[in-house]
């Protein structure tokens, strides 16, 4: 079984500030963990990843996320928001081990809003 | 455009009628997935194939949802007399798997299923 949690529904954050999107996962094999982000009326777009390697990962449009395996966390920093990154942020979580099946189970999202 | 492409984007239908998704996936990719996601909550998984072959299926899946990938290209998802409670955004999602593979997803639009 796999799972992801995205403890806050809403961050607010000012523009030009740090930004931080929490996410925590359990899944029994290995992580190959994921941000998405969805814009209104919009697909969900691929922001980054984390397969193996460096725990520090950076993805699209100056985001960046931190695996930490002991924490079981995958939170998504930026560190100047601006006002174009309010969105919706999904994390999602997938058993990397050979032969899995390759599904992803996704968390309700993080309504990320970027005040002026 | 090469991204995946859903159609339609929108549906309204009658409780009791049929409906028919069509998804066409990135053509070089073999993995095609379904989701379905309501309101304030992450895309939840549906069913899964690899090329033409139906590999997984959710609980969520009941008998009058019937997904089929003929020729391991486009994809189709069929819901049986609707209910209410199917009124959700389908979204269908590809990757690939193998040499040059991709381990994440790429979502379409998604059709909006609204059943009155």
């Known amino acids: 079984a796999q799972s992801v949690a995205q403890p806050e529904d809403q961050v607010n954050v000012a523009e030009g500030n740090p930004l931080t999107v929490k996410c925590t996962y359990s899944?029994?094999?290995?992580?190959?963990l994921f941000w998405y982000v969805q814009y209104p009326n919009r697909g969900l777009q691929f922001l980054l990843k984390?397969?193996?390697?460096?725990?520090l990962v950076k993805g699209s449009y100056g985001f960046e996320a931190e695996f930490n395996k002991s924490q079981t966390s995958f939170h998504l920093k930026k560190p100047s928001a601006l006002v174009s990154d309010s969105a919706l942020y999904f994390c999602a979580v997938r058993d990397g081990t050979e032969g899995n099946a390759g599904k992803s189970t996704f968390g309700d999202g993080t309504t990320l809003t970027v005040k002026p | 455009d090469t991204g995946v492409s859903q159609d339609p984007r929108h549906k309204i239908t009658k409780r009791g009628q049929n409906v028919t998704f069509r998804c066409d996936p990135i053509?070089?990719?073999?993995?095609l997935y379904w989701y379905r996601q309501t309101l304030g909550q992450g895309p939840e998984f549906l069913t899964y194939?690899?090329?033409?072959?139906?590999?997984?299926k959710s609980r969520l899946l009941s008998d009058r949802f019937s997904a089929e990938r003929p020729k391991g290209s486009f994809s189709t998802l069929e819901i049986q007399r609707t209910e209410q409670g199917d009124s959700a955004m389908y979204l269908c999602a590809s990757s690939l798997r193998g040499v040059g593979a991709s381990t994440e997803a790429f979502f379409g639009q998604g059709t909006r299923l609204t059943v009155v």
């Open positions: 194939f690899q090329n033409e072959a139906q590999l997984e």
């Open positions: 899944v029994s094999g290995n992580p190959y």
């Open positions: 053509s070089e990719h073999n993995r």
């Open positions: 984390y397969i193996t390697g460096d725990n």
